[in-house]
């Protein structure tokens, strides 16, 4: 008889937003009558660009015609888009990376999960508490974490970094040393960051103890201050310790088109073993590339009516933000994030724990939003919000908390 992968059976409970929409469809059915604003999931708004949509247009037009028809896309991604991955992501930010370090996919959530594939099994991961929960779901799938205590909600083989308001929500160098650090930068959930030479105090340390950093950037479109790096290719070294996760779901909103890239430097090496070359093969076996239509799509991000149009909506879902943070705050709540990324990480108020707070919010103020604790144990007593509704909803939604 057939078996089954047991790791799959660790995993405790069901996902968090799938327990979020459950909540949340229940309510709505109990409520017909009630407008609910989605403040909870991470997922934009606005519509995609005209300069997007109108390459996307001409690809379809393109693979309409037997001379212009795209079949299986290169294993890496066509030459036309990582060609301008790397002319303004890296070259523009005078780091040193090449075309053929960079892997076209179909969103950072998929690579972020799937790298973890080529590193054996009895590593020791590294996360920061609170958590994206992908990263820990995967190495669980995989049997890196150990056995899962449902009282202290952590897994015996990972190494939590904590972060809290008493450190600033910023990660500190664990006191085990761990063979896979990730790092989410701006943060999600927070909405933190660290300066660049914290980060490069990251790469220094993963260099002496010859560990990887897996590199999360989804949000650093949304960095506003100077000092904050945008890929941690700026930072000395990092080519030997460092893979580096895009996404262009935040940044232009493809999140209903999907496309990301991953980056692994030809550098990074274990021995003599390339990463480079691992991923590659890995990449090639099991995925048949992005259309051709996204990967056009992709390029113009990176032409001027493109980058014109997408800073808007990067400064529309900050305004958000601003707004967001400046009210909870005129309403007496404790509230971080929302400078260099569009989330808000609040304290929930009195003795709330974050279950609590997001059911009275969903049952009194018609608002959803995201509990901390679905985060990790750090998360407790915190609560995500989201600057990617519309400028109308967002100021309605604060209405409605401020009369809770």
């Known amino acids: 008889m057939y078996k089954i992968n047991d790791n799959y059976q660790k995993l405790p ?145 990972v190494i939590y970094m904590p972060c809290t308001m008493e450190n600033n929500f910023v990660p500190e160098f664990p006191k085990e040393t761990p063979d896979i650090i990730y790092l989410c930068l701006p943060n999600n959930p927070t909405g933190t960051t660290i300066t660049k030479d914290q980060l490069q105090g990251w790469v220094d340390y993963a260099n002496k103890n010859k560990a990887v950093i897996i590199y999360d950037a989804a949000y650093e479109a ?23 996760l895009k996404s262009f779901s935040k940044n232009a909103g493809f999140t209903g088109v999907r496309l990301g890239y991953t980056v692994v430097p030809k550098e990074l090496k274990c021995g003599e073993v390339s990463l480079n ?44 933000a601003k707004a967001i943070k400046q009210g909870l705050r005129d309403a007496g709540y404790t509230v971080f994030g929302g400078v260099n990324a569009p989330y808000i990480w609040l304290k929930t108020p009195g003795e709330m724990t974050s279950w609590e707070f997001f059911d009275d919010l969903l049952a009194r103020a018609n608002v959803v939003g995201t509990p901390g604790s679905g985060f990790g144990p750090s998360g407790e007593g915190y609560f995500r919000l989201t600057a990617f509704g519309s400028y109308e909803n967002t100021l309605a939604a604060l209405e409605r908390i401020k009369m809770l």
């Not at 949304?222 to 460092?242: D, R, W």
């Open 13 to 157: 409970g069901s996902y968090l937003f799938s327990t979020i929409a459950k909540k949340v469809n229940a309510y709505s059915e109990a409520n017909p009558d009630k407008k609910i604003i989605r403040l909870g999931i991470g997922d934009v708004t606005q519509p995609i660009a005209p300069a997007i949509i109108e390459a996307m247009h001409k690809a379809v037009d393109e693979m309409g015609h037997a001379e212009t028809f795209h079949g299986y896309a290169p294993d890496l991604g066509y030459e036309f888009l990582r060609s301008a991955i790397v002319k303004n992501d890296y070259q523009a930010r005078g780091c040193d990376i090449t075309v053929d370090e960079i892997f076209v996919s179909d969103g950072a959530k998929s690579d972020s999960g799937n790298i973890q594939e080529i590193f054996a099994q009895n590593n020791r991961i590294a996360v920061c508490d609170p958590v994206y929960p992908v990263y820990v779901d995967s190495n669980v799938m995989a049997g890196r974490t150990g056995t899962y205590d449902p009282e202290t909600e952590m897994w015996s083989d």
């Open 222 to 244: 949304y960095i506003s201050e100077e000092n904050v790096a945008h890929s941690i290719y700026e930072c000395e070294g990092a080519k030997t310790c460092a893979i580096e």
């Open 277 to 320: 070359a691992m991923w590659a093969r890995r990449h090639g076996t099991k995925f048949n590339g992005a259309p051709y239509i996204v990967q056009r799509a992709g390029e113009a991000v990176y032409s001027e009516a493109g980058k014109t149009q997408l800073k808007e909506q990067v400064a529309y879902y900050m305004k958000n």
